[in-house]
């Protein structure tokens, strides 16, 4: 049974960083890619970020304040947040089941998700 655990999220304040983990656990695919989604109260989840063992994505919104890295023998992905700004603030949630890692995915390409955790990006 697929289970993915978040942890990391918080309050920060604008310009501060925050550090969130996805353990992933009980799936037989090597060659598995997670993706991070957010969500915030009135609007749809999108993507935030993806990674596969040889690609990477972020989007533009983030791109130079947040990466993405895995480590393939803990089965964790990090998404290391800098920069934060208050349009940052939103439930994030690490998905599991992507065939590739793209930036045309939505969340119906991912069938396994973790319970989420909440980042407030506030003064």
């Known amino acids: 049974q697929v289970q993915l655990v978040e942890s990391g999220g918080g309050l920060v304040q604008p310009g501060g960083s925050l550090t969130l983990s996805c353990a992933a656990s009980?799936?037989?695919?090597?060659?598995?890619?997670i993706g991070w989604f957010r969500q915030a109260p009135g609007k749809e989840r999108e993507q935030v970020s993806c990674i596969s063992r040889s690609f990477s994505y972020l989007i533009d919104s983030v791109k130079g304040r947040f990466t993405i890295s895995r480590d393939n023998a803990k089965n964790t992905v990090t998404l290391q947040m800098n920069s934060l700004k208050p349009e940052d603030t939103a439930v994030y949630y690490c998905?599991?089941?992507?065939?590739?890692?793209?930036?045309?995915?939505?969340?119906?390409?991912?069938?396994?998700w973790g319970q989420g955790t909440l980042v407030t990006v506030s003064a």
């Open positions: 998905a599991l089941g992507a065939p590739w890692c793209s930036d045309k995915w939505t969340w119906k390409a991912y069938d396994s």
């Open positions: 009980g799936f037989p695919n090597y060659n598995y890619v």
